[in-house]
């Protein structure tokens, strides 16, 4: 059974940093991947972030790239993303997710098949 769970989420002013957390008490994160996605309102879910479990292999969004850090802890079956440098354009819920295995297409949300309930990140002044 999957369980996902995102926690962190809250409000920041632009500029800030936040940390949100992916704890999974089930089978996905035994997994190779694990990301996040994101989703704006009136806005389609977005890539993120995905890291497999050897965490040797990390893939980002052009829009996070160099602000955002994903990592993992394999022993706590957890995955965390840091967020730096916050801008209004990261408000959304944040998403976690899982894989098997890697894909190809792993910027693309229909590919993967557990989530969790989300956590919202707000950045406004």
């Known amino acids: 059974q999957v369980h996902l769970e995102e926690s962190g989420g809250g409000w920041v002013q632009p500029g800030a940093s936040l940390t949100v957390s992916c704890a999974d008490s089930g089978r996905t994160f035994s997994g190779d991947i694990m990301g996040w996605f994101r989703q704006a309102p009136g806005k389609e879910r977005e890539f993120v972030a995905i890291i497999s479990r050897s965490r040797r292999r990390t893939y980002y969004a052009d829009s996070v790239k160099g602000r955002f850090t994903i990592s993992r802890d394999n022993a706590k079956n957890t995955v965390y993303l840091q967020m730096n440098s916050l801008t209004p354009e990261d408000t959304a819920v944040y998403y976690c997710?899982?894989?098997?295995?890697?894909?190809?297409?792993?910027?693309?949300?229909?590919?993967?098949?557990?989530w969790g309930q989300g956590t919202q990140v707000t950045v406004s002044a």
């Open positions: 997710t899982g894989r098997t295995n890697f894909h190809v297409n792993y910027w693309d949300s229909r590919f993967y098949n557990d």
